[in-house]
């Protein structure tokens, strides 16, 4: 069975600081890896997705995130957080059925609140 | 752009009545999903469908059931309700197969 640990529940930095959120998976090979952000009051958004190739992934609002598999963790940094990255944060798995496909079985994390002091 | 609406989007009711939460699709995507959200757990899959008249469990299926008769629906029923039901429900549909899911704006639940 596939999991998402993520270690932090809440994180606070301030404006300007760098950020890591860290997630870690269990599943018995290569799984399809995201991140998902959840601003107060609001829907989920996909802030990028790991698949295969290059480990190091770009997404959207400057998020970036590292599939390192020796370590089963697929951790998102920011280099310079703004106010606006307030929310909680999701780390998702999903197991790559025969051939490469997805059996269509996405499993979350508990979230990281993110709290940015000015 | 997708759009996934979600119905009703506030609802209160009792324990043992009947109820369901519609979700529609504005577009012909063949991957939709059901989540719920509670405190501290994160979102939790409860029904999935790759396509029309084909659906699976996801982790959390006790007490829900789940129809994909056409594309565009796909309606979450909960036959009698109860309090440990009371949480918020994601409808998401996959705009890229399953892998990138567009999530619906929420249906806040709550089973008294």
């Known amino acids: 069975a596939q999991s998402v640990t993520q270690p932090d529940i809440h994180i606070t930095v301030s404006e300007g600081a760098s950020l890591e959120l860290r997630c870690n998976y269990s599943?018995?090979?290569?799984?399809?890896l995201f991140w998902y952000v959840q601003s107060p009051g609001q829907g989920l958004q996909l802030l990028l997705k790991y698949f295969s190739g290059d480990t190091l992934v770009q997404g959207i609002k400057g998020f970036e995130a590292e599939f390192k598999r020796s370590q089963s963790s697929f951790n998102l940094r920011k280099p310079s957080v703004h106010w606006s990255d307030a929310a909680e944060y999701f780390c998702a798995v999903a197991g790559r059925g025969a051939g490469g496909t997805s059996y269509g079985k996405l499993t979350f994390g508990q979230g990281t609140i993110l709290t940015v002091h000015p | 752009e997708a759009q996934v609406t979600q119905n009703p989007r506030y609802l209160i009711t009792v324990t043992g009545k009947k109820l369901t939460v519609t979700c529609s699709q504005n577009m012909n995507h063949e991957y939709m999903s059901w989540y719920r959200q509670d405190p501290g757990l994160g979102l939790r899959q409860i029904y999935y469908s790759m396509n029309v008249e084909v659906t699976d469990k996801g982790d959390v299926p006790e007490g829900y059931k789940v129809s994909r008769k056409e594309k565009r629906n796909f309606p979450l029923i909960l036959e009698s309700p109860s309090p440990n039901q009371t949480s918020l429900y994601f409808c998401?549909?996959?705009?890229?197969?399953?892998?990138?899911?567009?999530f619906g704006p929420g249906t806040r639940l709550t089973v008294t």
């Open positions: 998401a549909v996959g705009v890229a197969g399953p892998y990138e899911q567009y």
């Open positions: 599943y018995g090979a290569t799984p399809y």
